[in-house]
């Protein structure tokens, strides 16, 4: 019965090969054949298109999605978690940034280095999941969480890094966005012989994937070395991830979805699984590279296949999860809950640490002979009090918009970055100014309004189906955030040299900020926290539980909705005024609750002053840290929080 499960996938795969070779040619499959035959016939345009680049896209394809197939089924079998792919352990963004790094400054080891590079990439980021969410979280939908906070960090610091290396940014965004285009032979030839390892994953894998069903003890009573087997195991499957981004950029969601599939239409062993996903992974890649195919050729724009598969895997990645998931798949992170009360010595500290950010804002800066105390002349301080009070205008509205997303969703992790609102003001904004080919688009706040509302709205149509489930509700944020990146990184690939200044806003920098803008924006989120504040009772009760705030009289949905827009606006302004900022609205509501901000109006206030805090120090220090140049607000604060997450992660495994 395998057998005849595998040929059918087989014969599909070579009927949908031929197919998807007819998209783009006028030869008739007889000549095709003949140049499959004899290639060094090609004698005209036509023929040597087809030998050098649509016959080498077919491999490369085939290959490509084999490998991202078989990974995911390994890493999924290995952690016993239906989510867990390259995209949500992050050691896609790991290797990203590994090969951002070796293209930019080591262009020397490009050729002979650049898998090497990107392994190295994917296993510190796969390390840093491992010390989030612990070995015994493996499981869970804590594993995917992180992987996405991850994400989140390495993305962040790989566009900082093209932003810098302008000349560079379209090619790379291209290739981040997952292209599959083939001129030669040349990617094929050489990532073939790079996933030979397939062939000992093949071989390999299956016993030891079997004796690991039967837990840990029951492994290692049946002689098993249970962590050098399963490090070995995922040190291959992320060397396949590592060579197929080298070679074609980051492919969303093919390793998730496969094995998924592959149990669905009946593979129930290791063997069959891996053998399956393998050969689905190859089909799935191809149908979506043809889909790819015809819009290039639709809409006469480069339309590269990562990005048909973010917009294929997305709504797959939701519709797996519709139904409830098992208690393993319950976010139920270890989080240290600080001290009981909030002391008036905490506030003072807070309070003295905002003052005295801003105080060095405003005094020290970078002169001729390094850091110097100054008073700004006129210039400087039409310059600098822009920047700062729309620092900490972005700082209290990001913690606010946290700290109602987490009430709402009863989760933790819950924050406007991970849940893909500030992804759907980005993207409003990126597709508005690449299309218009204005920048003036990067502060219509308008628009950011309109794409995070939308995400918003989504994510309630999607919530309510599942009763806001709340490990539900943040995989379809983490769904709608990859497909969104996805977008982005296309968006950006087609910009033209005058759209790229908003590459400067994407790190989250204040540094275009004019009084007037400052002003409004202050003002805009004075007035929603204080709203915030007046309805504060709708999040206690919220915080409660649904069933009792409805006890109490107040109807559920019609607070969320209301809360949900207020948490749209307060990402709108931040997003459309400085670019997106990551993880203020993830660090700022726990830094908060371990500083002992119980009810929700403390946690409002000292949130809002934490995330104050942590974009004036951030910016401030951007400034000054490598002069002349800039690091945005943006990257700091990411490399900041993440610090912040990690180090809190790993003490509540301690205590």
């Known amino acids: 019965m395998k057998i005849l499960h595998y040929f059918a996938y087989l014969t599909l795969m070579i009927l949908l090969g031929v197919v998807s070779l007819q998209i783009d040619t006028r030869l008739s499959l007889s000549s095709q054949w003949q140049l499959v035959v004899q290639p060094e016939a090609a004698n005209d345009f036509r023929d040597v298109f087809f030998v050098q680049a649509q016959l080498p896209r077919l491999c490369i394809t085939l290959l490509v999605g084999a490998m991202l197939g078989l990974t995911g089924s390994l890493m999924q079998q290995l952690t016993q978690n239906n989510l867990t792919s390259p995209l949500t352990l992050g050691t896609s963004s790991g290797a990203w940034l590994a090969l951002v790094i070796v293209n930019i400054w080591f262009v020397d080891w490009v050729a002979d280095y650049s898998a090497l590079a990107a392994m190295v990439g994917a296993l510190v980021a796969f390390g840093l999941i491992v010390s989030i969410a612990g070995v015994r979280n493996m499981t869970g939908l804590p594993l995917v969480v992180s992987g996405m906070v991850i994400n989140i960090l390495l993305g962040s610091v790989a566009t900082a890094i093209i932003i810098l290396n302008a000349q560079f940014a379209q090619n790379i965004f291209m290739w981040g966005a997952g292209n599959l285009t083939q001129y030669s032979w040349q990617w094929f030839i050489w990532l073939l012989p790079r996933t030979a390892v397939a062939v000992i994953i093949l071989i390999v894998a299956p016993r030891i994937l079997t004796v690991l069903k039967l837990g840990q003890e029951g492994a290692t009573a049946r002689g098993l070395s249970v962590m050098p087997a399963f490090a070995g195991l995922m040190l291959l499957a992320i060397w396949l991830v590592s060579a197929s981004i080298t070679a074609v950029g980051i492919i969303s969601f093919i390793g998730l979805l496969t094995p998924n599939i592959a149990r669905a239409l009946g593979a129930r062993t290791p063997r069959d699984e891996l053998i399956s996903s393998l050969l689905l992974g190859a089909i799935l890649l191809l149908v979506t ?50 001290t009981r009360h909030l002391s008036r010595l905490t506030m003072a500290g807070i309070a003295s640490l905002i003052f005295v950010g801003v105080l060095a804002y405003t005094f020290i800066t970078h002169g001729p002979s390094g850091i110097q105390v100054a008073t700004p002349g006129e210039f400087q301080w039409q310059l600098r009090w822009p920047r700062a009070l729309t620092a900490v205008s972005v700082g209290v509205a990001l913690s606010v918009a946290g700290i109602i997303l987490q009430r709402i969703v009863y989760n933790p992790l819950a924050s406007p970055d991970i849940l893909g609102v500030s992804s759907g003001a980005t993207f409003a904004i ?58 982005v990184q296309f968006a950006l690939a087609q910009g033209s040299g005058d759209s790229y200044d908003i590459l400067l806003w994407l790190t989250g920098s204040t540094y275009r900020v004019t009084g007037s803008t400052a002003l409004w924006l202050a003002a805009s989120v004075v007035i929603l926290v204080m709203a915030v504040f007046a309805i504060s009772r709708w999040l206690t009760l919220i915080s409660i ?93 990411a490399i900041i929080g993440s610090g912040y997450f990690l180090m809190l992660m790993m003490k509540s495994k301690f205590n």
Not at 449 to 476: C, D, E, H, T
Request: proline share 3%.
């Open 289 to 338: 590279d043809s889909v790819a195919v015809v819009l290039s050729l639709w809409l006469e724009e480069t339309i590269p296949s990562g990005v048909t598969a973010a917009a294929i895997g997305a709504p797959a990645l939701i519709w797996f999860t519709r139904k409830k998931l098992s208690a393993t798949d319950q976010l139920n992170l270890s989080m240290n809950r600080g």
């Open 545 to 637: 539980g649904r069933a009792f705030s409805h006890a109490r009289g107040l109807s559920p949905m019609t607070a969320n909705t209301l809360l949900l827009t207020v948490v749209a606006l307060l990402c709108a302004l931040s997003t459309a005024t400085v670019g997106p900022i990551s993880f203020v609205g993830l660090v700022a509501p726990h830094m908060a609750m371990m500083l002992g901000a119980r009810s929700i109006k403390q946690q409002l206030v000292v949130g809002g002053l934490v995330g104050a805090a942590l974009m004036i120090w951030a910016d401030w220090l951007g400034q000054i840290a490598v002069y002349p140049s800039q690091i945005a607000a943006g990257t700091l604060v």
């Open 430 to 487: 990126i597709v508005t100014g690449v299309v218009l080919g204005s920048t003036l688009a990067a502060f219509n706040w308008g628009i950011a309004f309109m794409g995070s509302l939308a995400v918003l709205m989504l994510l309630l149509l999607i919530g309510k189906r599942s009763q806001f489930n709340p490990s539900n509700f943040v995989l379809s944020g983490i769904a709608l955030t990859a497909l969104l990146e996805a977008l």
